[in-house]
């Protein structure tokens, strides 16, 4: 079973390959959606994958690749979401 859920990361995320670094676990996890980060300052992601392959991506999102420093993250259950084949960066929003 896949759920899709939606991620918003806040903290110093954006210029530390933040983004660069999620498209690497997310294949790694088999975990298809985007990336993307936002004008805010925060990075948004929509994953989807099984509820394990989630939780694991959801516990890295937390922690971030070395030089990243998250202050919290938003997670939100997504219904009725678009089918994702690839998981990649997207423009910013």
Not at 1 to 6: L, P
Not at 50 to 79: C, M, N, Q, T, Y
């Amino acid at each position: 079973m896949k759920i899709t859920r939606r991620l918003v990361i806040h903290g110093r995320v954006q210029g530390v390959g933040y983004r660069y670094a999620m498209v690497a676990v997310a294949r790694r996890l088999s975990v298809t959606g985007w990336v993307r980060n936002r004008r805010d300052g925060s990075v948004e992601a929509m994953v989807q994958a099984s509820p394990a392959s989630i939780g694991h991506l959801s516990e890295w999102a937390k922690r971030g690749p070395d030089g990243a420093s998250v202050k919290g993250i938003d997670i939100f259950d997504i219904e009725d979401a678009e089918i994702y084949t690839d998981f990649r960066q997207v423009p910013t929003l």
